[in-house]
């Protein structure tokens, strides 16, 4: 198939341009086992003629020659699809090296926002259908261009007039086909889209078990499960009673027996008026049958086009998300402290949004702990996260050591900013590679004592022994075998280790029970131990001694100052210092009574 013939399917040659050669090579033997196919009938034909015009001579040239074309044929079929396997089995590595290098270089916060279950579907699934495509595809789009047009002009060498009949039958075909077409495009993309929706509503369904079995018995979840289910086989039934009726008549005819009864029925009347040798009638029964039948995957495939489509739709998205610019390497600037300073910072999520951020200033200078607090939503996550670059500022800038993030480069900033999240991640990997994720090299990055010292100062090092293998016990998974506790413990101890100046807190003990906030306390109080320190917090206990408090509402820095000062002044922090009172003097008592 040529490349113009491609470009009725978007996308699909551009993002096959790097095994581009193979794929062709792949297609070139394809039509060649196709043609070596053709020609095994044809030496057929030729000796079945030497039988009638010279019984007595068994016609080996010919035979011969047929066994020849027939292994070779199949040879060459072979080699087509272990080239376009070969292709395929690099451009799936392609994809996914690029697609991981580009998201690398994408903001993080894209990343987090996209959410990992997405993401894993483009470099897994839709990789893996545009793997699909390219493997088992192009070879039967050769054979089903070239065995058409090698069959008619052959046929028209033979008899035009049986030719003619042929491609009669053929035409029939491919106007029903056309048919079966109309409207298929929208068709499948309501088909994808419904099918999709069914999978999410299983995955939400069994993920959500023991929540539905508590509160509704899974009759509201089963219910959406159910109503994904039945617009998915609505779809398939306006589908089938759409295209039902001319797609089985499509098959009926692209079939090799309604082409041979024609090529039966006219030959025989021709050779009944000897208008026909039965020799050539012969060779045309044998090669005609085949040019409709060539066509029947073209119809198959249209469905896994369609499918790739959707793919390489989404790959191309991910990999159109703008990368965070990076400064030249000879102007990068390196920070002289560990201050941080916010100058009339907004921030939008995307370019035509609402504003998350309006106006923010201030300074936290080194050595200091602020803290970060509000209502939820009021933009404290947001202002943490602008200051290691998962996004960058819409307006103004953000000064690390005086120079503006975005005039570092991308490494010299993570080396200034340790980063505790609420949620924690661990690796399906031991206990000392977890906390030593940050050295140079997996297991030489710390010395042992340095990597013991840090998890003793996050009071995690007393647990870790009480393992079955110490240091070198397994994670599981996320960190399935180890508690919530634990596992923050082992991202403080990872910040510890690789001890940089500057250090955000994402409300590091927000679910912590009484014993392990006890331990996340002491270790993060040796964690913070003479560094910057920007915390955003919603117990407002844990930070009454702060340097300075910022107190955000609706995206804007509403009030800063010290606690005292803070209550006095009757604002929003007053009003979220009352109110985390209450909470904390809530009792089960003053319910019952």
Not at 316 to 344: C, G, N, T, W, Y
Not at 426 to 441: H, K, M, R, T, W
Request: charged share 15%; proline share 4%; glycine share 8%.
């Amino acid at each position: 198939m040529s490349e113009g013939n491609f470009r009725a399917v978007p996308g699909v040659w551009s993002i096959m341009r790097p095994v581009q050669g193979q794929i062709r090579l792949a297609m070139t033997l394809a039509g060649l086992a196709a043609a070596c196919a053709l020609g095994a009938l044809c030496a057929l034909a030729w000796g079945v003629h030497a039988l009638l015009t010279a019984p007595g001579q068994w016609p080996w040239t010919a035979l011969s020659l047929a066994v020849v074309l027939t292994v070779l044929a199949y040879v060459l079929r072979l080699t087509a699809f272990n080239r376009s396997h070969f292709a395929a089995f690099e451009l799936e590595t392609r994809l996914r090296t690029d697609l991981s290098e580009h998201l690398a270089r994408v903001p993080l916060g894209y990343v987090q926002q996209t959410g990992s279950g997405a993401l894993t579907k483009v470099m897994m699934d839709d990789v893996k259908a545009l793997h699909v495509f390219v493997a088992d595809s192009t070879p039967l789009y050769a054979r089903a261009y070239v065995s058409p047009l090698l069959t008619f002009a052959l046929l028209w060498w033979l008899d035009w007039r049986l030719a003619l009949a042929a491609t009669a039958v053929l035409a029939v075909g491919m106007a029903v086909v056309s048919l079966v077409m109309r409207g298929s495009g929208e068709m499948m993309q309501r088909y994808h889209a419904a099918s999709e929706n069914v999978s999410k509503a299983v995955v939400e369904y069994v993920q959500a078990m023991p929540v539905v079995r508590t509160f509704d018995t899974g009759t509201t979840t089963f219910q959406r499960y159910q109503q994904a289910l039945n617009a998915f086989v609505e779809v398939v039934l306006q589908w089938y009673r759409m295209a039902g009726v001319s797609s089985r008549l499509s098959m009926a005819i692209l079939n090799p027996l309604p082409t041979l009864a024609v090529l039966v029925w006219l030959g025989g009347w021709l050779i009944s008026r000897d208008a026909l040798a039965a020799s050539t009638w012969l060779a045309v029964l044998l090669v005609g049958t085949g040019m409709a039948e060539s066509l029947l995957p073209l119809m198959s495939l249209k469905h896994l086009v369609a499918k790739t489509q959707m793919s390489i739709h989404r790959i191309h998205e991910v990999m159109a998300e703008p990368e965070l610019p990076v400064v030249d390497i000879a102007q990068a600037k390196v920070p002289r402290d560990a201050s941080v300073r916010f100058e009339h910072v907004d921030f939008r999520y995307t370019a035509d949004g609402e504003r998350v951020l309006h106006g923010v200033s201030f300074e936290a200078p080194q050595g200091s702990v602020t803290a970060l607090v509000g209502p939820s939503g009021a933009g404290k996550t947001t202002v943490a996260r602008l200051i290691p670059r998962f996004w960058d500022v819409s307006s103004g800038c953000i000064r690390v050591g005086g120079v503006d993030v975005r005039e570092m480069l991308p490494e010299v900033l993570m080396q200034q900013v340790a980063f505790v999240f609420q949620d924690t991640f661990l690796f399906a990997d031991s206990i000392l590679l977890e906390v030593n994720i940050g050295g140079e090299e997996a297991k030489s990055g710390f010395a042992p004592g340095e990597l013991e010292d840090a998890a003793k100062a996050a009071q995690a090092h007393e647990f870790i022994m009480a393992l079955p293998q110490g240091y070198d016990t397994p994670a599981g998974e996320r960190g399935v075998f180890l508690s919530g506790g634990q596992r923050q413990r082992i991202t403080i101890a990872r910040a510890i280790l690789q001890n940089r100046p500057i250090l955000v807190l994402d409300e590091a003990t927000a679910f912590a029970d009484p014993e392990n906030e006890a331990a996340l306390v002491a270790a993060l109080s040796n964690l913070m131990h003479g560094k910057t320190v920007l915390m955003v917090a919603h117990r407002l206990s844990t930070i009454r001694d702060a340097d300075q408090i910022l107190v955000f509402d609706q995206g804007r820095l509403a009030e800063q100052g010290r606690h005292d000062a803070l209550v006095a002044q009757g604002g929003v922090y007053e009003r979220l210092w009352h109110n985390y009172e209450t909470a904390q003097n809530w009792s089960l008592a003053g319910v019952m009574a």
